[in-house]
């Protein structure tokens, strides 16, 4: 039900009056654990279940700030293949992009990691406390925004470009729900937008069925023609 509650499920309501009706009659150390656990949101469309029991071990493991060991299959693999083993100090339990995350540092790779709660299995005990590091940036929202993007210098996308599309803007704005439209006259519009590499980008902007004119910058322009060619093989492959 706290799950639930935060996650932008329809029910959150419902699960919140539940909540606190079922919390009066629970002992107080499971009320305790209850109210001890916290989450962050971001935005999503969709969610993807997580295990409840698996949300209230990272999260007590977060809290009393103790390394976590876990068995972990990485997103590509198949779920049902032999998992890994991880140690990391848990940071922070966030919902994102539909699906629960673990920010936390990785003992292994020294470095920020960020990892599914559906791809991930929590092992006992836990290891000794840490002192908690400052996430890069200092937000943890804003991480996972950046994470998501494929960078590690902020919330914003490694690489923005603009194109000009003989489309009306109205036509255009359902399908650039993070960059900038601008109308411009004779039915067209300028599109600002990033992407996490420059391919990805010329290929998210070659899905408008109309002429593309005045890229930018040249890496665009360059990404594009580069997709021009992988295209144009692909069809003299299907012709043969």
Not at 56 to 63: E, I, K, P, S, T
Not at 73 to 83: I, K, L, N
Not at 113 to 136: A, E, N, S
Not at 139 to 161: E, M, Q
Request: net charge neutral; glycine share 6%; with cysteine.
């Amino acid at each position: 039900m706290r799950v639930a509650a935060v996650s932008g499920a329809a029910d959150a309501e419902a699960s919140l009056r539940a909540l606190a009706t079922v919390r009066q009659v629970l002992p107080s150390r499971l009320r305790h654990r209850i109210d001890g656990a916290t989450f962050t949101t971001l935005p999503a469309d969709a969610a993807v279940a997580a295990d409840s029991g698996v949300l209230m071990d990272v999260n007590a493991a977060v809290r009393a700030r103790e390394v976590l060991r876990f068995d972990y299959v990485s997103v590509g693999r198949d779920p049902d293949e032999t998992p890994s083993q991880r140690r990391v100090e848990p940071h922070h339990v966030v919902f994102g992009n539909g699906r629960w995350y673990l920010a936390a540092w990785d003992l292994d790779v020294d470095d920020w990691r960020i990892y599914r709660l559906d791809r991930l299995t929590p092992r006992t005990p836990t290891g000794p406390r840490f002192t908690p590091r400052t996430v890069p940036g200092g937000d943890v929202s804003d991480f996972l925004a950046a994470r998501f993007k494929g960078s590690d210098r902020g919330s914003t996308w490694p690489c923005t470009g603009e194109v000009v599309v003989v489309l009306p803007a109205r036509e255009v704005i359902p399908f650039v729900p993070e960059g900038i439209v601008e109308e411009l006259e004779d039915i067209r519009c300028r599109i600002v937008v990033g992407s996490w590499s420059w391919v990805a980008l010329a290929a998210s902007i070659g899905r408008f069925d109309a002429t593309i004119t005045d890229v930018r910058p040249r890496e665009l322009a360059d990404a594009c023609a580069l997709l021009a060619r992988r295209f144009a093989d692909i069809g003299r492959i299907d012709s043969l």
